[in-house]
């Protein structure tokens, strides 16, 4: 039996590293010998990167604080695999690599990318002979992966998401006792909504929501917004907006590039936006008179593993340690896709869905969940959707701040003080 | 024995509630048969917009969710109160309101600003021989008011900034293998740089901290700057810099005034900022051709009660409490001041200070705290503010996202389900 290898791709989520524990966890208990970690993904992998897990998680308590820790551990790249084709030398590398450390078991940790990556090693594998097991392990905080019911790391933002957006409205409702107070909340998600329409979550008893929502799925007219905005104004002192930074107009331009806002383009060919907020923020000031404000969840949404969801991580974990089980079995070209059977109560299980199904795909929010007219979220995906955030995992405090496990902390850092971890 | 009635003024916090339910509680405590609220403080009771708070607050169960609720419950107000002078006629409908109500004890809470309120309205009593008694209860994420130790807000933003900031640097960290990567992270502060040195407390054994921290109080050089992120971009691949929205260069120009952003100014002639991380990240794009991001925190860092520090929490309703107590002693024109004898253990005592002292003035971050000519904070600082941090604060979850107290909710909802309240 030979030894397990793991590598971190794309943009990271709160759970990412909870994946990485439960993948770990299963390499041991099933007696591998090594599990390896890539640094940087597979970008560093050809460059040879690699460290040994095991140097720096020896028990549950390494794992713990492992699944509290924001951030890719191993750390991520965007590098897209080439195609074999016309770049052997690439995948030669690649398999000698393998060979030196006598891999048998490569699971990769992303997104729709990173499943391609997936879908190219697993191929040029089976063309050449090769013994070596290529298992896909879900994340993305944008659920934009197809089959799977929804992906690790969407739970977690989307939990982030609500409660953030709750809080804003609590601070933006303190004013507007002379004229009202607008926010306007950017919410990562360059095609899809799935994360923007989590800000509907924060509807309940004691919170109206977002008085509007706007996705990238639906056309996006500044006349018409404008319009209801001004019509909020006659009623409501305090509104806040909702909306995803890859809102469109009807002829598919970028609210975002109204503002002259220069923007930078990775390296799959991705669009980095910002300043959709800002752009209407400025306008609906001059439209209405209102004191206007942009806020932009940013990176935050992403990293802030203090409020993870319980149910998230779980899952990550899960997904990690099934993708590794599925490997051990044999199984390779795959990734773990969630099923959820039944809603209320909340069930999940777990499928391998050939990578061919997944690579390169999108899943878009639905339009039968876009309701009035592309302006809120019908209460179908809030029932889709509430599971996820259910449950939070208390962060290892220490001075009052969260601890993390990293690479550059002394290992012993990791493993000191295992029953002081709460110092409160 | 008359009634009590309380007001909030000025940029919320996460713990401007806590203040709140001490008071509330103090009031009850001490027999005072009805306590009222001003809706969005002194410009809202001039309109005789009055709430009665003992039909929202019948226990320590609704003073509990009170307490973890963000935002201004009885809604605040950037209004400054005019000098009598001049002004008879709305101090005579002022004191004919509190005379409506019955009002014997009248409690602020708020900054600077709220002080200098509360002063007029002493002095104004002691003039005209009325015997309404009136107290300032300190509340301000910026930590400037002379006199206390610090402020009540302070801690809970920063709690908020210093987890967030490592989670922040645990993220970037995951990039960076082909070229840096640099995020500008903005933080409040107009004129002192109290929030932006909580950066700082993100340093532990498994954390940097920022690379490099500026602050108001000290002259911006962008040449100095540049040079030193350059230098940085030589040995490290992840580059994080903590900055206070109102950082200026020698002259005293603003730099997101460089910006060319449009500014809005309060009534109180104080001019709203934002974008010099916006602007010093393009910059450092084009001079470095490295990744850069701008994040800002915004309102964030004063709505976070998810992540409050029980210390502030605490204080924050010792201060209210205690407020109310002194009135009810026949205290007038004062405020509650925090001391602390004892850093480690950290030790705490209330006194009272004439609010003369404490009225439109600003305590700017020490000079002998800044270091690395005016790029880094002392050890100094971190000793003087780490207690603030201590402990949490564990939301009321319902359906994963925590509860608050609102007016506008059904006060059933804020007493239903006592033993419901962690539905996790």
């Known amino acids: ?38 640094r940087h993904g597979i970008e560093g992998f050809l460059k040879d990167e690699v460290i040994l897990l095991d140097d720096y998680f020896q028990d549950m308590n390494d794992l713990s604080l492992l699944k509290r820790t924001p951030g890719a ?21 690649l398999f000698e690599l393998l060979e030196k450390y006598d891999i048998e078991y490569f699971l990769y940790n992303g997104g729709n990318d990173s499943m391609d990556t997936t879908l190219q ?25 197809p089959v799977t019911d929804h992906t690790p790391g969407y739970g ?47 509807k309940a008893a004691d919170c109206t929501g977002p008085d509007l929502i706007y996705l990238p799925e639906s056309a996006f007219s500044v006349a018409d917004f404008t319009t209801r905005v001004k019509d909020l104004c006659q009623y409501k002192s305090s509104i806040v907006i909702a909306i995803s930074e890859g809102i469109r107009t009807a002829d598919g331009t970028l609210v975002c590039e109204q503002s002259g806002s220069r923007g930078f383009t990775d390296s799959f060919g991705h669009k980095t936006l910002s300043g959709a907020g800002k752009v209407l923020a400025d306008h609906l000031a001059l439209e209405t008179g209102c004191k206007t404000r942009a806020i932009e969840f940013s990176i935050l949404q992403r990293c802030a593993s203090h409020l993870a969801s319980r149910t998230d991580v779980n899952e990550a974990y899960d997904c990690g340690y099934k993708a590794c089980m599925a490997a051990l079995h044999g199984e390779t070209g795959k990734m773990i896709t969630i099923g959820v059977p039944e809603r209320e109560p909340y069930v999940v299980n777990y499928d391998i869905t050939d990578v061919k199904k997944i690579a390169n795909k999108e899943k878009m929010f639905p339009q039968e969940w876009i309701t009035n007219q592309g302006t809120y979220i019908s209460e179908d995906y809030l029932r889709y959707a509430r599971p996820f955030v259910i449950g ?3 962060p290892y ?28």
Chains 1, 2 share one sequence.
């Not at 551990?73 to 590398?93: D, H, I, M, Q, T």
């Open 392 to 394: 939070d995992v208390s």
């Open 121 to 145: 090693l697993s191929q040029y594998a089976a063309a050449h002979g090769s013994n070596v097991k290529f298992m896909g392990i879900p994340k993305t905080i944008d659920n934009d992966l």
């Open 1 to 38: 039996m030979g030894n397990v290898i793991i590598g971190q791709s794309g943009g990271p989520t709160a759970v990412i590293n909870a994946s990485l524990a439960g993948a770990i966890k299963a390499a041991k208990v099933n007696g591998i010998e090594k599990v390896y970690g890539m």
């Open 397 to 424: 405090f220490s001075g009052g701040v969260p601890k993390h496990a990293t690479l550059s902390a002394n290992t012993n850092f990791l493993r000191n003080d295992k029953l002081g971890y709460k110092d409160e």
């Open 73 to 93: 551990f191993l750390g991520s790249c965007r590098f897209k695999l080439p195609k074999a084709k016309g770049n052997e030398a690439v995948y030669a590398r």
């Open 156 to 202: 977690s933002a989307s939990k982030y998401i609500a409660t953030t957006m709750k809080e804003i409205i609590r601070d933006n409702e303190s004013f507007g006792d002379t004229y009202p107070y607008i926010a306007i909340v950017e919410i990562m998600g360059r095609n899809a909504g799935w994360l923007t329409a989590a800000s509907a979550l924060s």
